[in-house]
T-cell receptor, first 114, second 113 residues
Framework: EAQVTQNPRYLITVTGKKLTVTCSQN?????MSWYRQDPGLGLRQIYY???????DKGDVPEGYKVSRKEKRNFPLILESPSPNQTSLYFC?????????????FGPGTRLTVL | AQSVSQHNHHVILSEAASLELGCNYS??????LFWYVQYPGQHLQLLLK??????LVKGIKGFEAEFIKSKFSFNLRKPSVQWSDTAEYFC???????????FGTGTRLQVFP
């Protein structure tokens, strides 16, 4: 089944404890992206990647890192999480560049930073 | 900076009522436009999209949207809503030939039987 998977789905952690949220797609998509969703703010793009080893900042990259060593995986890394990073995170992928194609979203990861 | 506005934050309707959700964007160039739906507890799903051609776009589940370039709008419509349409709806815009997707803040729709 074609899908975007994220792990974990729920995570409660404490300030400063490094964490990684994994994202994987099995559709051989070139484009992958991370968003955070906050009430009243909609979805905001954190980072995106056009292909392996190619990443770029979205609108709210501060406090996050990403890597794209393989086409299928695009992990989101919080080196030192803070409470303002409590949010719902979505990973998404698209066959080609975003302006030419449709994005498919993962199920979301609800992160709470205490 | 480019932005997407959804003026209706919360809409409450009875079943069979007609729906129109507003979406306006601020960008003078070519855009690709999307409406996504997020059912409670689920991830975003694409309802419909406009890239070019006929400005009246039909999507899944009886939804449609009309791109009016002169008004920078892409309003979502459905003639008769159902209880199962209760969800949050997001309009999104990609500036042509970029890779950044800008979302509106969303409209929460509640449909009562």
């Amino acid at each position: 089944e074609a899908q975007v998977t994220q792990n974990p789905r729920y995570l409660i952690t404490v300030t400063g404890k490094k964490l990684t949220v994994t994202c994987s797609q099995n559709m051989n998509h070139e484009y992958m992206s991370w968003y955070r969703q906050d009430p009243g703010l909609g979805l905001r793009q954190i980072y995106y990647s056009m292909n392996v080893e190619v990443t770029d900042k979205g609108d709210v990259p501060e406090g996050y890192k990403v890597s794209r060593k393989e086409k299928r995986n695009f992990p989101l890394i919080l080196e030192s999480p803070s409470p303002n990073q409590t949010s719902l995170y979505f990973c998404a992928s698209s066959p080609t560049r975003l302006s030419a194609d449709t994005q498919y979203f993962g199920p979301g990861t609800r992160l709470t930073v205490l | 900076a480019q932005s997407v506005s959804q003026h209706n934050h919360h809409v409450i309707l009875s079943e069979a009522a007609s729906l129109e959700l507003g979406c306006n964007y601020s960008y003078g160039g070519t855009v690709n436009l999307f409406w996504y739906v997020q059912y409670p507890g689920q991830h975003l799903q694409l309802l419909l999209k406009y890239f070019s051609g006929d400005p009246l776009v039909k999507g899944i589940k009886g939804f449609e949207a009309e791109f009016i370039k002169s008004k920078f709008s892409f309003n979502l419509r459905k003639p008769s809503v159902q209880w199962s349409d209760t969800a949050e709806y997001f309009c999104a815009v990609i500036l042509y030939n970029t890779d950044k997707l800008i979302f509106g803040t969303g409209t929460r729709l509640q449909v009562f039987p």
